[in-house]
């Protein structure tokens, strides 16, 4: 990356920021000794609990954590639709 | 009652032994009465490190299993008289040492001595455990790479798991220029990362490795901007305030720049 554009904030990222992106999200993983993949099937479960109770609009699911200082929080995040639409859906 | 603190870090080669033995030596030239012990059994260097290697009759393992008393196994610094080692065996391995020993040792010297700082061999096992035992403080050294603050997370983690915990962070080889143009991750990245509190920062000092050479301290040996980074560590670790070294001041033109602009 030129000069210029490091400057001007253009272009990749810094490595740095790239390091410290990576260590964030490696680091969760390593806190809570989950895998990605079990982390998935959690997800998997948890939509299948919520579906029995709402119509979830199951693209925008997500569950991650969060971390405050050296608490990590799993946060699960699911659109609920709405009455109406789920009426309209049956 | 002296305090047993342990200097540990998860990956090896981090600067766990310099760290050590430059901590003990600032220290002992502030007036305390310190032992240094090398917990790194089997693959000892705190001695040379400190330049003490020709004066080693008995180590810790000679101590611990009853051989000799700790008195004889000390070796005194003669430039620093208020400096002791207490070296690791270099003909035994890893596991020659059991936890409860380590404890029972540094038991025995805290009743002769300030402070005992004990570095640990690389790694979280076995040897990680007994330097981690007798630990009243635990300071965790990392350099600013990922693969380093990862394995000092686990560490992180783990002394939290004996209670040893809070532990404190040292961020070693710290390169100014580096992370001044955005190419490694600062000591406020890595310390908001691990969440501990940053005891202290040391920047990459070539100075280092001629006094490893030498076998003298840098603390002893004038101002480095590295012993000047252990000597105000070793400060903090006595109770000390003394505020943070901005390292993104290395005395370049660049940086004199930065500073005038800033004060403006
Ligand atoms: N701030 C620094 N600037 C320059 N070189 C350094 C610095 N800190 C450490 N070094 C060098 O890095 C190397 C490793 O340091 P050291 O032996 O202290 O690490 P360690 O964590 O004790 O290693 P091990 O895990 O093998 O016991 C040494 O050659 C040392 O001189
Ligand atoms: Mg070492």
Not at chain 2, 10 to 15: A, I, P, R, S
Not at chain 2, 185 to 213: K, Y
Request: proline content about 5%.
């Amino acid at each position: 990356m030129g000069l210029l554009s490091r400057i001007l904030g253009l272009g990749q990222p810094s490595s740095k920021q790239v390091a410290k992106d990576r260590l964030q999200l490696v680091l969760i993983h390593d806190r809570v000794r989950i895998s990605p993949a079990q982390m998935e099937a959690l997800k998997q479960e948890l939509l299948g609990v919520v579906s029995r109770y709402f119509d979830v609009d199951t693209a925008g699911v997500e569950v991650t954590f969060s971390q405050h200082q050296r608490e990590n929080r799993l946060v699960a995040e699911m659109p609920v639709l709405p009455e109406a639409r789920r009426q309209k859906g049956r | 009652m002296g305090r047993v603190i342990t200097v540990t870090s998860g990956k090896g080669g981090v600067g766990k032994t310099t760290a050590t033995a430059n901590i003990a030596a600032a220290l002992a030239a502030q007036g305390h009465k310190v032992v240094a012990i090398d917990g790194d059994i089997g693959l000892r260097n705190l001695d040379v490190v400190l330049g003490l290697e020709n004066r080693i009759v008995f180590d810790l393992v000679d101590v611990a299993e009853g051989r000799c008393r700790v008195r004889q196994a000390l070796i005194r610094d003669k430039r620093t008289p208020e400096l002791f080692l207490l070296p690791a065996s270099q003909t035994r391995d890893k596991d020659a040492l059991r936890p409860e020993q380590m404890v029972e040792v540094c038991d025995q010297l805290r009743e002769d001595f300030e402070f005992i700082v004990v570095d640990s061999p690389a790694g979280i096992e076995g040897g990680f455990r007994v330097a981690l035992a007798p630990a009243d403080q635990v300071v965790i050294v990392t350099t600013p790479e990922v693969s380093a603050v990862r394995d000092a997370d686990r560490v992180v983690g783990l002394v939290e798991a004996a209670e040893k915990g809070p532990a404190l962070l040292v961020i070693n080889r710290v390169k100014a220029n580096m992370v001044r143009r955005g190419d490694m991750l600062g000591p406020e990245d890595v310390q908001e990362i691990l969440s501990i509190e940053l005891l202290g920062m040391v920047p990459e000092d070539e100075a280092v490795v001629v006094s490893s050479n030498r076998g003298l301290p840098l603390v002893m040996d004038g101002a480095h901007p590295a012993g000047k980074a252990f000597s105000d560590i070793a400060l903090r670790l006595s109770g000390v305030e003394v505020p943070m070294t901005d390292l993104s001041d290395d005395g370049s033109i660049w940086s004199r720049i930065v500073r005038f602009v800033r004060q403006r």
